[in-house]
């Protein structure tokens, strides 16, 4: 029966389209007869057309290629990437990969050594990074859990467990599992998987930007997302 509803839904709304220029003067108010179903077929083509809204929206791929301690990468990340997170994330799909410039080996003993450009403090926090995009449920929280790291002050700048608490207080979550990964094997893991990603792209230089698969220097990084839209979102009039 669902299926049936579907066809006849997708039937109108072919139907309405072809026909938009013939209608144009028809309005609810000029059709009188048969009023409930007229309506429900007005609910039905609005509902038809935010799914269709709704997949090409989701279409929209933004990755970013980073590492946690790079101060360009920190400046992008909290200037340009978390506006972007917080007005469009329910509207694309972002993906970040915290990993920069380090290298990953095996030692002797099959466990990996990865060794970040700005040492031992960079690969936790990058860690860090890994573990909240992991196992954070909410994708635009742990999104923005990242940004508040970028934004740490100290001697650690956001790579430690001081500011990953911090953070959690900030946004009302518990850290203590992201801290929990970070020091684990999994957090190693997750570090190969993104340095296996990043070597694909094959880069030479962090914040690494990339809209639907084309380099992006970031410094619109609005405005060219929302130019990417066939139906630009809310937000996207108001930036």
């Known amino acids: 029966m669902i299926c049936i509803y579907l066809f006849v839904g997708l039937f109108i709304q072919n139907l309405v389209t072809a026909r938009l220029?013939?209608?144009?003067?028809?309005?609810r108010n000029d059709l009188n007869e048969n009023?409930?179903?007229?309506?429900?077929?007005?609910?039905?083509?609005?509902?038809l057309e935010r799914i269709k809204a709704a997949k090409e929206n989701d279409s929209v791929l933004l990755q970013v290629y980073y590492e946690c301690l790079c101060p360009g990468c920190r400046q992008f990340y909290t200037e340009k990437l978390k506006p972007v997170i917080e007005k469009l994330g329910q509207y694309i799909n972002i993906k970040t990969y915290p990993y920069g410039n380090a290298r990953t080996t095996i030692d002797e003993n099959g466990n990996y050594k990865i060794d970040c450009q700005h040492g031992p403090p960079e690969c936790y926090g990058n860690k860090l990074h890994a573990c909240a995009i992991n196992l954070l449920q909410?994708?635009?929280?742990?999104l923005l859990f990242n940004a508040c790291l970028m934004t740490q002050r100290g001697d650690s700048r956001g790579s430690d467990d001081k500011a990953a608490d911090a953070c959690g207080t900030e946004l009302n979550l518990d850290a203590s599992p992201v801290k929990e990964c970070a020091k684990s094997n999994k957090g190693d893991e997750l570090l190969k998987y993104y340095g296996d990603e990043s070597k694909k792209q094959n880069f030479n230089y962090v914040p690494y930007i990339l809209i639907q698969g084309q380099v992006n220097n970031g410094q619109e990084?609005?405005?060219?997302?929302?130019?990417v839209f066939t139906n630009p979102p809310p937000p996207c009039n108001d930036s």
């Open 21 to 27: 220029d013939d209608l144009s003067d028809v309005t």
């Open 35 to 47: 009023e409930p179903l007229q309506l429900q077929v007005f609910d039905l083509l609005d509902y």
């Open 138 to 142: 909410n994708k635009t929280q742990a």
């Open 221 to 227: 990084l609005m405005k060219d997302i929302c130019s």
